[in-house]
């Protein structure tokens, strides 16, 4: 079944702990690749990582969480937030 625009979801990702220099956005993007999901993933400079991904709801979550337990031992916060989904991202990739 093809998703609809409609049925496409984005989320804004904000993760802080030791996220940064450990290989967060690398790994990130290695997990991108078994989901269908869009995006990219950054560092930001107050230490955090901001990731944006688009996908269906479902997809989109099963991400999150693949990411989350790829890098559980250096997550310390999470924080989402859902964003009008804009349909500009064509695959998943680093943002510097």
Same mark, same amino acid.
């Given at each position: 079944m093809t998703e609809k625009p409609e049925d496409q979801v984005a989320r804004r990702v904000? !993760?802080?702990g030791r996220v940064q220099g450990v290989g967060f956005r690398y790994t990130t993007c290695d997990v991108a690749r078994d989901f269908v999901v869009s995006g990219y993933v950054k560092?930001?400079?107050?230490g955090r990582v901001e990731m944006i991904c688009e996908g269906s709801r479902e997809e989109s979550a099963r !991400?999150?969480? &693949?990411?989350?337990? &790829?890098?559980r031992?250096?997550?310390?916060?999470?924080?989402?937030?859902?964003i009008p989904a804009s349909g500009q991202y064509r695959?998943?990739?680093i943002q510097f």
């Open positions: 904000l !993760f802080s560092n930001l400079p107050d !991400f999150i969480d &693949a990411v989350c337990r &790829a890098m031992g250096y997550v310390g916060e999470m924080h989402t937030t859902e695959g998943f990739g």
